[in-house]
């Protein structure tokens, strides 16, 4: 089936004993065995889990890889991937990416023994330079990037990866399956945030990892049930539900950030503007090729931090909040609220300043949406 039509029965066709059609949720934390030696495939929850299970094969099979896996966050699944490396491993990173995963690393995986470079992944030859430091064995992509929404050519990287034998891990929680497939470019392991877009409504926490391979899937599998960072069978049967309507939803948000980015790329006090959909966007032609469309998140910078303070201060349809990818629109201050975490200095290096809004637009009417803008810039 294609993707809409796989999204469509999320989680269909799963129990053939009842013949329901929204998968049950299995809240127990064990399984009676048959009889000594004997197992049903499911002995404890954290392990494997029926509706855990089902979710896990659906984020698979849309992605193209052999094996999901879903955990209690995105951070819970990034931490899982990082894992994979063991100490004096260094990894090759996106350099504006989600503060969350930046503070990760930083704070976490170098008391593990990694080490991390940052570069514009979006500059194939500044990729490329990176990769021959020595000790390279994984590069992490965002894509597009969080918050300036920076398009990476997955192919091109997939080859560099490939002539270097690393391990290639791309973050596609801005667009989702539904949209991109990155381990269809190259990829190794795809990450998601399903708290956002896969989830949709702002009502759960979760993460996933597609793993390309099935060696790859075990590897993770192991680390998985090892660490214990499993996603419950309620948030899975929730996120099952959430998948269904996914790609009409991604269809709105879309629709909505193509009317607000047309807005703002024509308003006086827009000094810089983000979204990737532009034909003017520096990635747009590169996402263009990779994806089905571009997607519902935009950034842009105004005159100074009063104006931005105006405006978190002052919007009525737009909620000020630090989420993403659900049915309502988010205003978030990066620099202050996701990406705090970050030194000044680099901050100041990849771009992220105190004049930077970002827009997670949702699925209101888009006049409403561009009113309450053009309401709080004029």
């Not at 659906?58 to 052999?66: E, N, P, R, V, W």
């Amino acid at each position: 089936m294609k993707t809409d039509s796989m999204l469509a029965q999320a989680g269909s066709r799963q129990d053939p004993r009842t013949g329901a059609i929204a998968m049950p949720i299995h809240p127990s934390a064990a399984f009676q065995h048959p009889a000594l030696g004997q197992s049903t495939g499911f002995d404890y929850s954290r392990t494997s889990n029926p509706t855990r299970l089902v979710l896990e094969r659906t984020i698979a099979a849309l992605d193209g890889g052999s094996r999901g896996l879903a955990f209690a966050s995105g951070l819970a699944a990034v931490d899982a991937a990082l894992r994979l490396f063991s100490p004096g491993d260094a990894l090759l990173i996106t350099e504006d990416l989600y503060g969350g995963t930046f503070r990760l690393c930083e704070n976490f995986g170098r008391s593990r023994g990694l080490d991390f470079h940052y570069v514009d992944t979006a500059d194939l030859k500044a990729v490329s330079a990176a990769l021959d430091r020595p000790g390279i064995k994984g590069l992490f992509v965002e894509m597009p990037t969080n918050p300036l929404l920076k398009v990476a050519d997955l192919a091109a990287l997939a080859s560099l990866a490939r002539k270097r034998r690393i391990l290639y891990l791309v973050d596609n929680t801005f667009l989702t399956p539904a949209l991109c497939r990155p381990l269809e470019f190259g990829a190794d392991v795809t990450v998601y945030s399903a708290t956002k877009y896969l989830g949709g409504h702002n009502d759960l926490i979760a993460g996933l990892l597609v793993a390309k391979n099935p060696e790859l899937g075990e590897r993770l599998a192991f680390i998985q049930n090892a660490a214990g960072a499993i996603l419950g069978p309620f948030e899975s049967w929730l996120l099952l539900r959430s998948l269904k309507t996914l790609h009409l939803r991604l269809k709105r948000h879309e629709e909505n950030a193509r009317a607000i980015a047309a807005f703002l790329a024509g308003h006086p006090k827009i000094s810089r503007l983000h979204y990737p959909g532009l034909p003017s966007d520096p990635g747009h032609a590169t996402l263009g090729k990779q994806a089905r469309g571009y997607g519902g998140m935009l950034s842009f910078e105004v005159a100074s931090r009063a104006v931005v303070e105006h405006i978190l201060a002052s919007v009525r349809v737009f909620l000020f909040a630090e989420s993403l990818g659900a049915t309502e629109s988010l205003v978030t201050f990066p620099l202050v609220q996701t990406h705090a975490d970050m030194p000044a200095d680099v901050q100041q290096r990849i771009g992220l300043t105190e004049r930077l809004v970002r827009l997670s637009v949702g699925l209101e009417d888009p006049e409403d949406l561009i009113g309450d803008l053009a309401g709080v810039l004029d």
